[in-house]
């Protein structure tokens, strides 16, 4: 199983960034993904989930309204689009499989001004 994240960097805030993740090894199309996220010197706190299909997600309060969670799975991707970044969205994101038995590496986003 690998799980390889994309698209992190440094924005301003109220900018936009779409983070992807790439899955290989295992039946992507029939399991669900979350994303989480540690921001520096601090915890991993869950960010959003995407069932199977996209017939349901969820997200963190914080994150309602500027994230989007999305997937395609004729190409093996889940996505993160997220709007209004504020400086509280710097963190490293990762995307991880339903079980929680894997994870990527992680992406980095940056919001500063």
């Known amino acids: 199983v690998q799980l390889v994240e994309s698209g992190g960097r440094l924005v301003q805030p109220g900018e936009s960034l779409r983070l992807s993740c790439l899955a290989s090894?295992?039946?992507?199309?029939?399991?669900?993904m979350n994303w989480v996220r540690q921001a520096p010197g601090k915890g991993l706190e869950w960010v959003s989930y995407?069932?199977?299909?996209?017939?349901?997600?969820y997200y963190q309060n914080s994150e309602k309204g500027r994230f989007t969670v999305s997937r395609d799975d004729a190409k093996n991707t889940v996505y993160l689009q997220m709007a209004s970044l504020e400086r509280e969205d710097t963190a490293t994101y990762y995307c991880?499989?339903?079980?929680?038995?894997?994870w990527g590496n992680g992406t980095l986003v940056t919001v500063s001004a």
């Open positions: 991880v499989t339903e079980t929680w038995a894997f």
């Open positions: 090894g295992f039946d992507f199309s029939n399991g669900a």
């Open positions: 995407i069932d199977i299909g996209e017939e349901n997600s």
